[in-house]
């Protein structure tokens, strides 16, 4: 299903989506769900799970969950919800967060994280400034959607659906190329508008100031270069996460990822060549 489409660069993921609260058991009633309310939500592959502003549960009259599953961090208000994705597939039922701190940049009221996301097959291209976002909910067997090219585009398979989409790759010094600094983490993160590098990294390889000016050059599996970007100081970035690669590269190439049969694969190709429609 073709989300947006157009002679455009798209910038942001966003998309309308319906939030319906699923029925909390007490000790002595359980809740009526709520009626389904629809919300501009944004698709954050760099998010491990869904979040949601306080106008979402307080339109939605949201009752907070007191039982939560392990792993969940302490101290912040849960909602059991189900979300309605624009072809009308409903998510499985998701523990979210309500952030009172939601960002205002984002224009949104959900966060779409990867709780959600990994029932979803996503494409996004930009072929000659023309933008498609796309995405499917049937079952796909994780082939390629486009030819593997030498130097061209690459694909990165997660055994199991994962929280984050994290792999390696190879920082260079655009100054001097034939000098590798080393391997490290990187982050795709449709949700950034902008790329960002860990202050830790910046302190670590003791980067010149000069560095601000030149950016960094990432190299990619299969030989697939990001050429020099400005660089700029992510805050908040746990300290295994080096660079983070936000919407400025990804819209760049072409960029999808696939579900099925218990793996999560990611693909990225440049130039774009667009052609990829979930």
Known sequence: MIIKSGAFTITRLISEVAVQQVP????????????????EALWDTGASRTAISQ???????????????????AGFIYHQIQI??????????????????????????????MDALRHCDIALTHQHNNGCFSFSTAPTTNSIPFPAVPKSSFHDIYQGH?????????????????INFRTLKVLWDTGAPSSGINQSLVSELNLPGSWYGYGLEIELPNQVYIPAFP??????????????????????????????????????RKPSLGGIVF
């Open 231 to 268: 660089v700029k100081v992510r805050d908040g970035l746990r300290s295994d996460i080096a660079v983070l690669i936000g919407m400025d590269i990804i819209r760049q190439g072409d960029f999808a990822f696939t579900n099925s049969a218990g793996n999560t694969v990611v693909y990225y």
């Open 162 to 178: 994962p929280f984050e989409l994290l792999f390696d790759a190879l920082l260079k010094n655009p100054v001097s190329p034939h």
């Open 55 to 73: 106008k979402v549960a307080n339109d939605c009259k949201l009752t907070s969950s007191t039982i939560l599953p392990p792993g969940l961090p």
């Open 24 to 39: 909390v058991a007490t000790a002595s009633t359980v809740t009526s769900p709520t009626g389904s309310l629809k919300f």
């Open 84 to 113: 309605t994705l624009p072809n009308g597939f409903i998510t499985p039922p998701l523990f979210v967060r309500q952030r009172n701190d939601f960002p205002t940049d984002c224009k949104c009221d959900i966060m779409l994280g």
